[in-house]
């Protein structure tokens, strides 16, 4: 809890303008940013050349822009998992992935614990399908970023989102079917 209060001071003195707390807040996340950019490319297709502090850096780079500003760890963290999927979206629209896949057999969106860390999942339709999700149900949205990009727990998800453990169950559950459902076009 008091590495989360002391998220909490460092991101009310950004928004409050102090000097010098955007590299407090660098210091206080870079190893969980770095946890999490490692979560991200172990999805990635073997052979990227990207790697996991470039993603850190980039990602940075987007979240720490003029006027930034976050409202709390859950807000910060899903702001950060939102960067680096743009980022690696981007970069895999730029290899010129077709749309579904290019070819590649269809890949399902697994459970986080039970990751294999088998071939990557299509990141330019899961952002699609995630974009559409966010319309229609934005917690549910909220729920695969920190379940699937973040890599946090159920438990750690419900506690960031301050729902219950059966919502966020209920909210994953809905969403990695919803999201099959979508990418597979039917």
Known sequence: M???NDLSRILSAIAAGAKGSDEALLATVYEELRALARANMAKEPAGAT?????????????LA???????????FFGAAARAMRRILVERAR???????????EK????????????????????DEALAKLETIDRR?????????FDGL?????????????ATVKSDWSFA???????????
């Open 65 to 75: 822009s003029p006027g930034a500003s976050f409202e709390n760890r859950a807000h």
């Open 140 to 148: 549910k949205s909220d729920v695969v970023h920190l379940r699937y």
């Open 107 to 126: 890949e399902t969106l697994v459970d986080v614990a039970a990751e294999t860390g088998s071939d990557a999942i299509d990141l330019v339709a899961l």
């Open 2 to 4: 008091d590495e989360s």
């Open 94 to 104: 730029a290899r010129g992935r077709k749309k579904r896949g290019g070819g590649r």
């Open 153 to 165: 727990s159920l438990e750690e998800t419900a506690d960031l989102l301050g729902v219950s453990l």
């Open 50 to 62: 990207l790697q996991p502090t470039a993603l850190v850096n980039e990602a940075w780079l987007r």
């Open 176 to 186: 990695r079917a919803w999201l099959l459902r979508e990418m597979s076009g039917e």
